[in-house]
């Protein structure tokens, strides 16, 4: 079946730092693949989505490229803000069957950003 | 932004037990979703509701839980006799279309004691 695997948190950073979260997927087909963020005490909210190999999605300076050949969609960001600090869930959904709308999410990654 | 409102923010209850879980979607959103996270694990998929009726459901979504939709305006959880194991955030979601994104709650934390 379909899967998401996300890199291990938590993780800390500097003010202005480089962010690197990695994902890989396993599906069938070609799945649509998400980035979604959870900040303290709200729900999870789209960050970004690419729908085929080799889209990039960007939103709020962050950026994932879907890479068929690797089977992956790292987010990055060049530059992150304490307002960054939040959990990232990488997600994806698949375009067969009467799936509308369900989503394999990975675990979460905290991220915490310090002045 | 209209968004999609859960109550109790946190549920605590006795092994057993029945528990529903209260969810309002977005006024015009027609595809409704409950998921969940154990505590250190992955969100996962629950079920998704459609035209009054459950459209997909994954292997965790038994005979103990149903999902109803009263009145046009709630969406519900119930879990009829709680276990350990269903304790657990749960977040509720809603969409569209289903083919757009989807607008999820803050989610409800469920510790069944």
């Known amino acids: ?115 | 932004e209209p968004e999609v409102t859960q109550t109790p923010s946190h549920q605590v209850t006795q092994m057993g037990q029945e528990v529903i879980l209260r969810c309002v979607p977005i006024s015009n959103h027609l595809y409704f979703y409950w998921y969940r996270q154990i505590l250190g694990q992955k969100v996962e998929f629950l079920v998704s509701f459609y035209n009054n009726e459950i459209s997909e459901k994954s292997e965790i979504f038994d005979d103990q839980f149903s999902v109803e939709r009263p009145d046009g305006s709630n969406f519900t959880l119930k879990i009829r006799s709680t276990k350990l194991e269903d304790s657990a955030m749960y977040f509720c979601a809603s969409s569209p279309t289903g083919f757009e994104k989807l607008f999820f709650g803050s989610g409800t934390q469920l510790s069944v004691l």
């Open chain 1, 1 to 115: 079946g379909d899967s998401v695997t996300q890199m291990e948190g938590p993780v800390t950073l500097s003010e202005e730092a480089f962010l690197t979260i990695n994902c890989t997927y396993t599906a069938t087909g070609y799945p649509s693949l998400f980035w979604y963020v959870q900040y303290p005490g709200e729900g999870l909210q789209l960050l970004l989505k690419a729908t085929k190999a080799d889209d990039k999605g960007s939103n709020k300076g962050f950026e994932a490229t879907y890479r068929k050949e690797t089977t992956s969609f790292h987010l990055e960001k060049g530059s992150v803000q304490v307002s960054d600090s939040a959990v990232y869930f990488c997600a994806l959904k698949n375009a067969g069957g009467t799936s509308y709308g369900k989503l394999t999410f990975g675990q979460g990654t905290i991220l915490t950003v310090h002045p």
